[in-house]
């Protein structure tokens, strides 16, 4: 495992004319949907291209301003926001910025790499996700061209991520052209190079999430999981809610990066496994069967750990207004957590406004609840789990990162 | 041959006549809610003055009412939108943006070259007040501005205040806050014209850019020169932003434009549409039958249509009565004059509620003020009454409601707890099993789910009027009945109309409407309280599986002493859940005050001592309120002018930043803010509470920030 995150020479091809010519341009990436968990990917891929990430341009987090000043008149009707927003996105990146860009890089993401990939059924994105940058882009298409009108190449290719091998033909296809003297070698080496990144990226945010895991095993303190999808970490998507409960004084882990490390694993799932429950730590078929959207699937994994750990005595979840994935487990995620004794709180129906007094509301209220039931939550929970927690067992001892969760 | 184009609309009735070619006769007036009678009166005198003639003339109709008024006299119905559509393609082909706000709906038409032709998209909104005609009416009216002093009030040059733009009633009591500041009426006025053209442009536009040209039709567009400023207003700019090319040397003001027949061209449309039809289509009748329905018709329908009374047949009312009646509370005696006492207040946006509780948890005694706007004299007044009923040893002291945080230091309250906290600890004391309580208020609508003890869920609805008591308070007051007597009145119905849940503007036409049908004031207020549960679930509440949320239904706030509410919710329940147990709060606009003194009693047996200042020292608060330029809000364009009332309090630490200073020893209230954030004072605070929080964050980590600030920089093996 180790080797994936040895430092790979360039390749040969740093000294070919169009590289230094593919190095002189910038690419916009909308900061949307799931490229909030592919981020790296890209960036690794562009790299590889001879794309530094200086020149690799993410729009700025959701807001309404954005949506006002870029994106309105462009929209779309479709009551997602986290789709619609999007619109404001693509306007930044044509209109907002102080260096053009050349290239609009908005990929139609098929299916996720998902940590779960073959435990579950499959690791498809939400058709109306996936399908977004086809919708956005006709408020720049329907009045005029307003893409061809800016000089800028609009890139959207449909891309499989879950299947390593079909993505560089994907993106061969969608860049031929578009990058100058670009070879198919190249772009799946490319292609490699991006996996590799958000490998490394993910498992550097595992790690910290397991450092924040100790330090509360340790001093006996609660934190709180978020059970949301990627883009709900975007402030203007999620409104930062997590934060304000943070503010409150409680570590904030997000179930897209909770530990994967199999010690642990096993201490939560082994009993599980053993009396024939489930077929591997990462399975769910026991909550879910009909696994195959990979957003999906890993929120109801992640109730099931946040129902394991002790020190997790709260889950928060977020959903979108209207959000058709998300509605059928409103229910099983909440009853997986409560039935553990964890407290579990929902924000749903979040849109583009965020409804600053009823969060606060709800945000107090929440802190009401965990200051007075956390301690009685962690001493049940920890007496209905095996002994020899490696949380507690294993001290703080890994390498690279950067984060302490030994503030206080 | 005469062609009739009629646009029975909801709150008027235009037509046209045209003869050749030629409009020989039009005509438009208010129908006060007599649809069918202000149309026969129309048909009559087509017939006397133009010999208007059955067998012959053809009549086309179009708006709200055309469906039933129509068919009556022979009339071929024509969809409103194809109407207007119609007209506009035939006398402008430039026009691209078309807005027609009426009485009780909006339309937007979008008109695009596309090739050869044209293609059109086309919305339209009449669920709800925001937006159209009677929103601006309504307040209008309220402010007691004529008819012809409203059409000529301005937009330009006013200095616009924060209005309510969603909801008619709310609009209302905007208004009313605002003139009680001191607001002049202009200003009111161009401000519901601001939040008419925000509502139409936010919600009927759906990503199309208005383009030039723009034509504005409708009574309200051609009415009121305040709402033809705001939308050039709101055009042009918008074109700017845009970079819209516009033809050289064109005042962008010139490019929208409204006809002065601009309430005719749904009328208009219909002769158009007419004139595409086949020979006998619309062929007018005469008036009989419309005749028959006005005199009879519309009573059997009344008799045929009418839902089942409040209090069916084989209901035991008395027995309701007997159960829910029974769970009102009482209070308990003190048991002596020095056994320690918890005082719970709510200091709520229209009233101040307090509680005495002793240390067994019994209610000694419970006041009330109406808030007057001053926090610190609502807080004066409170206590003031508590110190009369309450006599043992202040032990312990909390705050809820919207004032916990801006009064706690002030009157040294023990712990502030949040509304939902509050609420929920009253209702699971009383109720120890309960999954869902329904506080319906004033002013706002709350449903919080209960799980494991804690609130997990909670809706609030204060931004629409729907479900509120305020409304039913209002009606019962029109019909001059006291709140007291609803019920009784309600219960006598035998049968009652069917009104439509939704917007409570809307509900009050419907209502007038009902009242013309025949129904009287005890069947129409069976009928109020009949839909105010689905108003507050469904509607306001967007609760729609009742089953999911629990089977413990407890019912509070002031709207649930009226029997006939609970009567309607205890069968809306039942019909969801039938298994339901509801249960009434026994202090049920109280809960809480009690929620909080709840609360106190927690914090006390926790071993922690109150820092309540004492009655004396609330009493002598000395305080100076100041309003000026450095007051007010700058947060959003709607320039609150707030109240900073300033506090005399040893130990406060001041606000030397502040633009109106505050030396040490004294603390800021502010009040006369409509949104939270105008509790910030400005942009110097903002910074220092948001250093603290940062600070506070930065002391615990958030797995999702590291995402925000590292994951979008540059490939993670590359650094």
């Given at each position: ?50 794309i ?21 008149g ?38 996720m ?152 694993l ?33 929120i ?43 407290l ?28 007075r ?36 | ?39 026969i ?66 339309k ?40 012809e ?20 009633i ?44 723009v ?29 819209c ?52 018709g ?51 946006s229209?009233?101040?509620?307090a ?85 319906v ?67 009050q036409?419907d209502i ?80 809480g ?22 009655f004396?020292?609330i009493?002598v ?22 109240a ?10 001041g ?23 105008g ?41």
């Amino acid at each position: 495992m180790a080797r994936w995150f040895d430092r790979r020479p360039s390749g040969g091809h740093g000294q070919r004319p169009e590289r230094a010519e593919r190095a002189k341009l910038r690419i916009g990436i909308p900061k949307v949907l799931n490229v909030w968990t592919t981020h790296q990917l890209w960036l690794g891929f562009f790299a590889s291209l001879g794309i530094p990430g200086n020149r690799v341009v993410f729009s700025s987090d959701t807001s309404e301003e954005q949506g006002r000043e870029f994106g309105s008149g462009r929209g779309t009707v479709d009551c997602c926001y986290p789709v619609k927003c999007i619109s404001g996105h693509y306007g930044e990146l044509v209109f907002g910025q102080k260096r053009k860009i050349d290239i609009l890089f908005s990929p139609m993401i098929y299916s996720m790499p998902s940590f779960l990939h073959g435990h579950v059924a499959d690791s498809l994105a939400c058709p109306r996700v996936m399908a977004a940058p086809e919708n956005i882009k006709s408020g720049f298409l329907k009045e005029k061209d307003v893409f061809a009108e800016q000089g800028i190449r609009y890139v959207a290719p449909l891309v499989s991520l879950v299947d390593p091998l079909q993505v560089p033909k994907q993106l061969f296809i969608a860049f031929e052209g578009v990058l100058p003297g670009l070879r198919f070698e190249e772009v799946r080496e490319a292609v490699d190079q991006g996996y590799r990144t958000l490998a490394a990226f993910d498992r550097e945010l595992r790690s910290r999430s397991r450092r924040i895991l100790e330090w509360c095993a340790r001093e006996q303190r609660p934190c709180v999981m978020v059970l949301a999808r990627p883009y709900h970490m975007d402030a203007g998507i999620g409104h930062e809610i997590e934060a304000d409960l943070q503010a409150h004084g409680y570590p904030i882990l997000w179930m897209q990066y909770f530990p994967t490390d199999p010690d642990l694993l096993d201490w939560m799932f082994g009993p599980d496994i053993r009396e024939g429950y489930a077929k591997s730590v990462f399975d769910i078929s026991d909550v879910w069967p009909s696994s195959y959207s990979a957003n999906t699937n890993e929120i109801l994994w992640g109730a099931k750990a946040a129902a394991r750990v002790p020190w997790v005595t709260c889950a928060i979840r977020l959903t979108s207004y209207e959000c058709g994935m998300d509605q059928p487990t409103f229910t099983p995620v909440q009853q997986i957590v409560e039935r553990s004794g964890t407290l579990f709180f929902s924000f749903q129906e979040l849109d583009s406004t965020k409804p600053a007094g009823s969060v606060k509301i709800r945000v107090e209220t929440i802190a009401h609840y965990l200051q007075r039931s956390s301690r009685a939550v962690m001493e049940r929970k920890a007496a209905a789990m095996p002994a020899g927690c490696p949380l507690l067992e294993k001290p703080a001892c890994r390498a690279g990162g950067t984060a302490t969760a030994d503030g206080d | 041959m005469r062609i009739v184009g009629m646009d029975v609309g909801s709150t008027t009735i235009k037509a046209v006549v045209v003869e050749d070619g030629r409009v020989s006769w039009r005509d438009y007036q208010r129908h006060n809610t007599r649809q069918a009678e202000k149309a026969i009166e129309f048909l009559t005198r087509m017939e006397q003055e133009l010999s208007l003639a059955a067998g012959r003339d053809l009549v086309f109709f179009t708006g709200s009412g055309a469906g039933l008024i129509g068919p009556l006299v022979g009339g071929k119905l024509v969809q409103e939108v194809v109407a207007v559509a119609a007209a506009v393609e035939k006398l402008h082909p430039h026009v691209r943006f078309v807005s027609e706000i009426g009485g009780e709906d909006m339309k937007t038409l979008f008109f695009n070259e596309s090739g050869a032709g044209k293609t059109k998209q086309v919305y339209m909104q009449s669920a709800c007040s925001g937006g159209t005609g009677t929103f601006i009416e309504k307040t209008a009216r309220k402010l007691q501005i004529p008819a012809e002093q409203l059409a000529a009030m301005p937009y330009d040059g006013m200095s616009l205040h924060k209005v309510s733009s969603k909801c008619g009633i709310f609009a209302e009591a905007d208004a009313n806050t605002l003139l009680k500041g001191g607001v002049p009426v202009e200003e009111i006025i161009a401000s519901l014209f601001e939040a008419v053209v925000y509502q139409n442009l936010a919600t009927l536009t759906k990503g199309n850019t208005p383009l030039p040209q723009v034509l504005l039709l409708g009574g309200p567009n051609l009415f009121f020169k305040g709402l033809q400023q705001a939308w050039r207003q709101h055009l042009t700019s918008l074109w700017e932003d845009r970079k819209c090319i516009l033809p050289a040397d064109a005042d962008p003001a010139d490019m929208i434009q409204v006809p002065d027949d601009a309430l005719y061209y749904a009328a208009l449309g219909c002769i158009e549409v007419a004139g595409g039809e086949a020979d006998g289509v619309g062929l007018y009748q005469g008036t009989e039958r419309l005749r028959w329905w006005i005199d009879e018709g519309q009573h059997q329908e009344k008799a045929k249509s009418g839902a089942k009374a409040l209090v069916r047949e084989n209901d035991d009312l008395s027995g309701f009565k007997a159960a829910f009646a029974a769970s009102r509370g009482e209070l308990a005696a003190l048991a002596s004059c020095d056994s320690p006492v918890f005082i719970g207040c709510d200091f709520g946006s229209t009233t101040a509620k307090a509680v005495v509780l002793g240390a067994d948890r019994e209610i000694l005694a419970s006041v009330y003020v109406p808030s007057k706007g001053n926090p610190i004299e609502d807080a004066k007044a409170l206590f003031r009454d508590i110190r009369a009923k309450a006599r043992g040893p202040v032990a312990g002291l909390a705050l809820t409601g919207y004032g916990k945080d801006l009064l706690r230091d002030i009157l040294g309250a023990d712990i502030g707890v949040v509304e939902t906290v509050a609420h929920a600890t009253s209702a699971l004391h009383v109720f120890p099993d309960a999954d869902v309580i329904c506080d319906v208020g004033g002013t706002d609508v709350k449903i919080m789910i209960l799980r494991q003890g804690t609130v997990s869920d909670f809706r609030l609805n204060s931004q629409c009027s729907s479900g509120n008591g305020a409304f039913l308070q209002g009606v019962a007051e029109r019909y001059g009945i006291a709140l007291e007597d609803y019920a009784d009145k309600a219960f006598q119905a035998k049968a009652m109309p069917g009104l439509a849940m939704g917007c409570g503007v809307f509900l009050q036409s419907d209502i007038v409407n009902q009242q013309r049908k025949g129904w009287s004031a005890e069947e129409i207020m069976a009928s109020l309280a009949a839909v105010l549960p689905l108003n507050v679930w469904i509607y306001a509440g967007q609760l729609q599986n009742l089953r999911a949320a629990g089977r413990r239904f407890v019912l509070q706030g002031g709207t649930h002493r009226n029997m006939a509410v609970v009567k309607a919710q205890v069968d809306f329940i039942t019909a969801k859940v039938p298994d339901a147990e509801i249960l009434i709060h026994p202090y049920s606009g109280e809960a809480g005050a009690i929620g909080a003194a709840l609360c106190a009693i927690e914090a006390h047996d926790a071993g922690r001592p109150s820092s309540f200042r004492g009655f004396d020292a609330i009493e002598v608060l000395d305080y100076r309120s100041t309003t000026s330029e450095h007051t007010i809000c700058r947060w959003c364009p709607v320039n609150c002018k707030r109240a900073f009332i300033d506090v005399k309090l040893d130990g406060a630490s001041g606000r030397p930043w502040s633009k109106v200073p505050l030396e040490e020893g004294w603390e800021r209230v502010i009040s006369g803010n409509s949104c939270p954030k105008g509790l910030m004072e400005d942009a110097n605070e903002m910074r220092a509470v948001k250093t603290r929080m940062e600070e506070q964050r930065r002391e615990l980590p958030n797995i999702g920030e590291m995402v925000r600030s590292e994951a979008f920089r540059r490939a993670w093996a590359e650094t």
